[in-house]
């Protein structure tokens, strides 16, 4: 039987949700939190098997439907319109993310280009996409997954940093200005967490981590009731002191001391 709070939940933001970026991680675990809350799913990333395999165990209790979708190709919002049709969106998680790691200047542009359009177009994108769809339904939810690193320059990580401070900073503007009809939206700044794309780059010398379930647990209690989230005390107090307390310049070589332990991980 649902809780009333399942039934508020559902309410305010079903009987739909869509999740970009879901075949792993966070994503995944996105899914799993939104299926708990009795939302129906649709799934979308690049590999068809991996979606299956999320989407396979919460069939037993909502409805859930997969398609594949590159989310940094040319053409986003047809080919979101196309998946999506007449379902009736309440939610829209973007999560799916891409980063390459090294310097700057030994990246290709190509490589750079592609983190800006998984990272920036896309979110931008389903944001208008959806949020077009819930003002004119009076209600929703949007969540946009940024990162600490969206708070201070993250050396040999700089375009994914900068795609995050983008996000959020797009995030909290929608947030004042979508309100007002009805429609939620949330920045989720998250800390080290363990995804499997951080522990193949951060391997057994990354930093502690949260679990998925919780950072996903904890961004949708906030939805609804702040413009953004950090989630995790350790990573609220690390958030505090890199933005607020220490100086720029201390900040950023902290957060390059701990980006040069990263390693180069697959695109998935």
Not at 114 to 125: F, H, K, S, T
Not at 161 to 182: I, T, V
Request: proline share 5%.
């Amino acid at each position: 039987m649902m809780s009333r709070h399942q039934q508020r939940f559902t309410e305010r933001y079903g009987p739909w949700a869509v999740v970009a970026g879901a075949s792993e991680g966070l994503g995944a675990a996105f899914a799993r939190a939104l299926a708990d809350r009795g939302l129906n799913l649709l799934l979308l990333a690049r590999r068809s098997d991996a979606l299956e395999r999320v989407a396979a165990p919460l069939r037993a209790s909502v409805e859930v439907r997969t398609s594949t979708l590159d989310l940094g190709a040319p053409g986003l919002a047809a080919a979101l319109e196309e998946r999506v049709g007449e379902l009736d969106i309440g939610l829209c998680v973007y999560n799916a993310a891409y980063s390459r790691i090294g310097p700057f200047l030994e990246r290709s542009r190509d490589e750079l280009e592609q983190i800006v359009d998984v990272n920036c177009r896309g979110p931008l994108i389903a944001a208008h996409a959806f949020g077009s769809r819930m003002r004119a339904r009076g209600r929703g939810g949007i969540i946009l997954m940024s990162s600490l690193t969206a708070l201070v320059a993250s050396p040999r990580i700089a375009v994914y940093g900068a795609s995050k401070a983008f996000n959020l900073s797009l995030g909290e503007a929608l947030w004042h200005e979508l309100g007002p009809a009805g429609v939620d939206v949330l920045v989720c700044c998250a800390g080290a967490t363990r995804t499997p794309g951080f522990l193949r780059s951060a391997g057994a010398r990354g930093p502690s981590a949260m679990a998925p379930e919780d950072v996903a647990v904890q961004a949708l209690d906030a939805l609804g009731r702040r413009p953004s989230v950090v989630p995790g005390w350790t990573n609220r107090l690390a958030a505090f002191a890199l933005a607020r307390l220490l100086p720029r310049r201390r900040a950023i070589n902290i957060m390059g001391a701990e980006t040069v332990r990263l390693r180069e991980s697959p695109r998935e």
